[in-house]
């Protein structure tokens, strides 16, 4: 059992290490993010291309001002920087060699569970270009993640996100900014929908639903892996989130990740749902699984040692950054208690 | 041909019978249980061997027209074939021994079976004449079926009990007597009873009644058909009454399955009963499919529940699309006009219009117009939304409209209420997680929890049976917020009913609270034999909650008592039975895992009033103390804004910003309230250090153990144990903070370690209070006897002992205060006594100056004389006045009998006395006294003298 911790540890500190690499969480604009990416889409319907600064600049200016089909976005000097960054820094949807700028493939980006920007260049729709923007932002801003701890299908007040602030997860820390773009950033990605002074789950891509499986099959089994856990008990507690979590989780929801094998499979009949160390592993290193998750699954399994090390990693940023919770996730590498 | 000629068999035949007995059950898990039910007992009834413990018993319970009698007849048609197995499916209209005999007979008659009925018949000869109640005819019962079924040469022997209305307390002991009798005649029992429960206080007596037997048989419940599975359920009768797959398949849409099974309230056989008559109204139309035209036609003619009322109201339609055009405008004739022409299809066929055909129904109306569909109507939102596959927004009615134009047989959304209510009093343990479920989405939902609820396992229940694997038992932690400030707590819901509370499940939820995982654990339960209190009495649970012992954690039992009242119960008599009101109670929890997809007035109601009960029970700022941040530690330090520690100054927002440099808002500064700020009248007043529970419970720790240095980690992990800590600042800096408040206030002192000691300041103070009045008298009594030497050296040093004195604080000073006060005072005093004692030593040094001057004298005058002959010697100065010398030069170190300046001038005198004794013996033993014509003086100073004289010459005159 304990073979697949050091994997663990190795992969979750890999991803810390990317995370905080990439430092704060900047205004995306994610409109005009959204709108850059449809230009692009048009400029290269095969997903598959190479503009040179002018050209690209062109395409941002188009953005800019807007066109006879859709109006511009009037961004500022700064505003087109930012834009700029976003795609190409952050979502990678661009990826910069000397002069040029190319189409990024999936292979090209650190989390292999991201979209390429040739995949999300040749999405079928419209729609489907802003779900895979989507699923990215969750993997290139995990903080991202927290929303699924403060609202549901059902909406709360849009002052829930007022109790993120200050608080750690994954790799950050969410400060009033962050809160506010996060609110932002996930209405225009439809993941969120404001109803009438709430706010509600709209929808949820992929990266969102395997975090969210991945953390509720740990808890359910009290962080072991390679355990079965009844299928009901896990659609039970997706069902604040999901319509129907068993049509949801029997779909092709993993394609968009691509993993190198079924994330979760289902057994005795689809009664029974188990997680692999192999598919932990895995999708820690896609940035998939919270480092405390993983915390608590070492320090179930793994040796104080092993802990130690990814407690260290941990303590370091939180430290850094003293936020409301702190007490709260570095209990999940203590070595005391459970 | 006709669309009913099309079945070989009719489909929608609701009496069960033997014919249909091999249509599948609805949903597919029912029919699985009952498959597995039914595989075990063949496999168990090919053994053709006594196995004493091979019975396979069943219950099957589920409400009138759920399916009860399918599993007896789907029974028999399973074990038709089974050599050597008897089948008696009886009917009793009360279950007891006596008119179980009756109907067995009565069956096999009517059966014609040819078998031989005399052991029956004997008994019944013998029972006939004994009341219902006669306890006397379980065994005369039992040994008669016993006996039937040797004779016949059956190992086996299934007794199926249908429809039973009733049940007494003694059957328990019939079964028991049935098990023995076959048990000696070497056969293998197996019981199947249905029962209908169709009130929960029967399912109760039942339960009661059954007893351990209740434990040993699978229970297969019946539940009502959900929305989901209205169409396969169709589908699937239809399938095997029919070779057209085709037919099958579309006869009843998924729309129109829905709208049927909503209006029957789930219940299959009213749902085979309207099938059945819109099947023959399709027939009619020569339709090949149910529409919502025939729908609407059925349910218009269809009594629906309450007097009066159809499954479907035209009356109720009219209403709103009168009601449309005054409420909305003209918009509300767009969609008046709408309704009229479609709802056979929205409401019959469940249909849902995508967003641009209904733009287009509606005369091209722009995209935000229809967001006027949603507008309520007389108090009800007509259309509700939904989005596609593909995200695109598709309108169909509301379920409350849906609700108000069909009186349906109160279909409570995907949730069984029933089912969920028999459930808890007889599978207590499977509801548990649901219970928990039911919680975290109520708690979540009424925004009690801040955090959405993450489930904890907090172990397992031992399976009911070798097949079934172990049963999980579930919580939820949560944050909750503490009433008026901004911060949360984290919490364990969780809830369990009818049930002891397993130990493995107390032992988690205390290992959680030991660690800080929560702070607190709530507990809703029932247990009408173990109250939460008696079980808190036993030593088991004693056991488990020791490590809570001495802790502010724990856990919150909520009872009975506390939530009676959200229990809305139909018959008042269910009052005094506890279990089944629990079971009512627990039940509404567990419905509102559907709260979002399903909701209903009811159940939303229930989830408001039991998040309000929970509400009262949450941990507040007098049970949960705040760590404050940095920032907030530095304004309370702030001594230029509040003043010194013992002022009560009021203090603005605006001074604070003033002062600190930075904005505080109400809303900040609530956390801070009741043990470090208390609010007058807008402004803020610094409260004492010793309202804080920390600071107490600091103080504490040090006071009970004086002798004992502690570190701050150590100080910490007790404090910890004491007093519930939440907040945003780091504990163990928090703790700092307070030690260095607890030394600044007397009440500790630090090393250089860091450690930290108590200091009692009450004892201190007491014990430096003597110490002080012993110095005081010491002083005065040694400055005295300064004095009685040298009154100018004592003078200074007596004022001084008098301001000492007047320093002396009074007992009204604050004990920190005052023990500092007398700290100073014990140095003042100590200066002094260093002052006195360099007197003393003056004196001590003046006085032996003194003494040796006098012993000097006296040595001379000694030696002096004793140089004169021995004849002259006492001539000169007699013996008696050299020892009179001596002892007043021993005795003037101490004089005794006088004191203050009086015995200062006795000193004196007798000092300067015996100076000039000691000095006038010296001039008579040196012969140089003063002779004035005293003959004899003169004669002695020549004798003292020592000057040579060879004669004296003595000249006498006698008168």
């Known amino acids: 059992m304990s073979d697949f911790v050091p994997d663990l540890v190795a992969a979750c500190r890999k991803t810390i290490a990317r995370f905080e690499k990439q430092k704060g969480h900047p205004h995306l604009y994610p409109a005009a993010s959204q709108a850059l990416v449809l230009r692009l889409r048009e400029r290269f319907p095969d997903g598959r291309g190479v503009l040179d600064q002018p050209a690209f600049d062109e395409i941002v200016a188009l953005v800019d001002a807007g066109d006879e089909k859709v109006a511009g976005l009037h961004l500022k000097d700064a505003g087109r920087a930012e834009v700029e960054k976003a795609l190409i820094d952050r979502y990678r949807i661009l990826l910069r060699d000397v002069d040029t700028l190319r189409v990024s493939t999936r292979a090209a980006l650190e989390s292999k569970a991201a979209f390429g920007g040739d995949e999300i260049l040749q999405a079928p729709t419209e729609a489907a270009v802003i779900d895979r923007l989507a699923h990215n932002h969750f993997l290139v801003f995990p903080e991202a993640f927290k929303v699924f701890e403060i609202l549901d299908r059902h909406g709360v007040p849009q002052s829930a996100f007022d109790d993120v602030v200050d608080q750690f997860h994954f790799a950050r820390k969410i400060n009033s900014v962050i809160a506010d773009y996060l609110r932002t950033e996930l209405i225009q990605y439809r993941v969120l929908r404001r109803k009438d002074n709430d706010l509600e789950l709209q929808r949820i891509p992929a990266s969102g639903l395997s975090y969210l499986v991945t953390e509720f099959l740990l808890l359910l089994s009290d962080h072991r892996v390679d355990v079965g856990i009844r299928a009901s008990d896990l659609f039970e507690q997706l069902s604040p989130f999901l319509r129907d979590p068993e049509a949801s989780l029997h779909s092709k929801w993993q394609d968009d990740l691509q993993p190198e094998r079924p994330l979760i499979n289902f057994e005795v009949g689809g009664t029974q749902v188990r997680l692999s160390s192999e598919s932990l592993v895995w999708q820690t290193e896609q940035g998939l699984v919270d480092p405390k998750t993983v915390g608590m699954v070492v320090r179930r399994n793994g040796s104080e040692q092993q802990l130690s090390a990814l407690r260290a990693d941990v303590t370091r940023i939180v430290n850094a950054n003293s936020p409301r919770n702190a007490k709260e996730v570095l209990a999940g590498f203590s070595n005391r208690g459970r | ?959």
């Not at chain 2, 007896?72 to 050599?83: D, I, V």
């Not at chain 2, 469940?350 to 055909?357: D, H």
Request: charged letters at 30%; hydrophobic letters at 40%.
């Open chain 2, 1 to 959: 041909m006709t669309l009913i000629s099309r079945f070989h068999t009719p489909p929608f035949e609701y009496m069960a019978n033997r014919n249909n007995a091999h249509i599948r059950f609805t949903p597919p898990a029912v029919e699985r249980h009952v498959g597995v039910y039914l595989e075990t007992l063949a496999n168990a009834c090919k053994s053709t061997t006594f196995d004493p413990n091979g019975s396979v018993n069943a219950l099957i319970f589920g409400e009138w027209g759920h399916g009860k009698s399918h599993v007896l007849y789907r029974t028999e048609r399973h074990l038709q074939a089974a050599p050597g197995v008897l089948v008696l499916t009886l009917v009793p209209e009360l279950l007891n021994p006596k008119r179980v005999l009756q109907t067995a007979i009565t069956s096999l008659r009517a059966r014609d079976s040819g078998l031989d009925l005399k052991s029956l018949e004997d008994a019944w000869a013998k029972v006939s004449t004994l009341s219902d109640e006669d306890r006397a005819s379980e065994r005369i019962v039992a040994r008669a079926f016993a006996l039937f079924a040797k004779n016949l040469d059956r190992r086996h022997v299934v007794l199926l009990f249908d429809e039973v209305q009733t049940t007494t307390d003694s059957f328990q002991g019939f079964v028991t007597a049935l098990e023995k009798e076959f048990r000696d005649a070497q056969i293998v029992l197996h019981l199947l009873q249905c029962h209908s429960l169709a009130t929960l206080d029967y399912a109760l007596k039942v339960a009661a009644s059954l007893g351990p037997w209740l434990q040993r048989a699978r229970q297969i419940h019946l539940p009502a058909i959900q929305l989901r599975d209205a169409h396969k359920f169709f589908a699937d009768r239809l399938a095997e009454c029919t070779t057209d797959k085709a037919l099958a398949a579309k006869l009843v849409p998924d729309g129109v399955a829905r709208t049927i099974c909503e209006a029957a309230g789930g219940n299959p056989r009213k749902m085979l009963q309207y099938a059945g008559q819109l099947l023959r109204s399709c027939d009619e139309h020569h339709e090949e499919q149910f529409s919502g035209r025939g729908v609407v036609d059925v349910f218009s003619r269809e009594a629906g529940m309450g007097a009066g009322k159809r499954l479907y109201s035209e009356q109720e339609l009219r209403r709103i699309v009168e009601l449309l055009p005054q409420e909305i405008g003209p918009f509300g004739v767009r969609i008046a006009s709408l309704l009229e022409k479609r709802i056979d299809r929205l409401f019959g066929e469940w249909e849902a219009i995508t967003a641009l055909e209904i733009s287009r129904e509606l005369g091209d109306v722009a995209a935000h117009q229809l967001d006027g569909l949603l507008r309520p109507v007389d108090g009800l939102p007509l259309f509700q939304t939904r989005e596609d596959d593909f995200g695109s927004h598709e309108y169909l009615l509301s379920d409350a409209f849906r609700r108000r134009l069909s009186a349906g047989f109160g279909y409570t959304g995907s949730v069984d209420l029933k089912q969920n209510q028999v459930d808890l009093l007889f599978r207590p343990t499977e509801l548990q997680a649901n219970i928990a479920d039911g919680l975290r989405t109520i708690l979540f939902r009424e925004r009690v929890a801040t955090a959405n609820p993450r489930p904890v396992p907090l172990g397992e229940f031992p399976p009911p049976a070798p097949a079934y694997s172990p049963i999980p038992i579930r919580g939820y932690r949560t944050t909750v917020p503490i009433a008026r400030t901004s911060f949360a707590v984290p919490v364990l819901v969780t809830g369990i009913c009818s049930l002891r509370p397993p130990l493995l499940m107390i032992e988690r939820i205390v290992e959680g609270l030991v660690s800080g995982e929560w702070l607190f654990a709530y507990i809703f339960y029932s247990n009408e034999n173990l109250p939460w209190a008696n079980w808190e009495e036993e030593e088991e649970a004693k056991n488990a909650l020791a490590p809570l012992k001495n802790t502010q954690s724990k856990i919150i039992a909520i009872e009975d008592n506390d939530w009676g009242e959200l229990v809305h119960v139909s018959d008042e008599r269910h009052r005094t039975q506890p279990s089944v009101v629990a079971a009512q109670f627990f039940a509404d929890i567990v419905g509102a895992t559907r709260l979002i997809d399903s909701p209903s007035e009811e159940a939303e109601q229930f989830a408001v009033r039991l998040a309000d009960l929970v509400r009262t029970r949450l941990p507040t700022l007098s049970t949960v103390c705040y760590l404050p941040s940095d920032d907030e530690r530095a304004l309370l330090d702030n001594n230029d804004l509040w003043g010194d520690r013992r002022s009560t100054k009021e203090v603005s927002l605006k001074e604070m910003k003033e002062k600190t440099g930075r904005s505080w808002s109400g809303r900040d500064l609530n956390n801070l309230l009741d043990s470090y700020l208390e609010k007058r009248k807008g402004n803020y007043v610094r409260r004492p250090d010793d309202t804080c529970l920390i600071y107490n419970a600091l103080r504490d720790v040090l006071e009970e153990r004086p002798k004992q240095s502690l570190s701050v980690d150590d100080l910490r992990k007790e404090m910890e144990r004491r007093v519930v800590t939440a907040g945003s600042g780091d504990p163990r800096d928090v703790v700092e903070w307070l030690l260095r408040k607890l030394v600044d206030g007397g009440v500790a002192v630090v090393d250089l370690t860091q450690s930290y000691r108590y200091r009692d300041v009450r004892k201190e103070s007491r014990e430096r209070d003597q110490s002080i009045a012993a110095s005081l008298k010491e002083l005065r009594r040694r400055i005295a006897d300064v004095q009685k030497y040298k009154i100018s050296l004592a003078e200074p040093l007596a004022a001084e002992l008098t301001t000492c004195e007047r320093k002396k604080p009074k007992h009204d000073v604050p004990q920190n205060e005052r023990l500092d006060l007398l700290i100073a005072l014990g140095q003042d005093l100590l200066t002094l006594s260093n002052k006195v004692s360099a007197a003393e030593a003056r004196v001590k040094e003046e006085t032996q100056n003194v003494i040796d001057l006098l012993e000097e004298l006296l040595t001379k005058v000694r030696s002096r004389r004793s140089a004169l002959p021995l004849r002259w010697q006492p001539l000169i100065l007699s013996d008696a006045q050299l020892d009179a010398l001596q002892l007043a030069l021993s005795h003037i170190a101490a004089p005794e009998g006088a004191d203050g300046e009086e015995l200062y001038e006795l000193v004196t005198r007798r000092r300067e006395a015996l100076e000039s004794t000691l000095t006038l013996a010296l001039t008579r033993v040196e012969g140089r006294v003063q002779a004035n014509g005293d003959s004899l003086q003169e004669l002695k100073n020549l004798i003292a003298s020592g000057a040579p004289f060879q004669a004296v010459t003595l000249t006498v005159e006698i008168e």
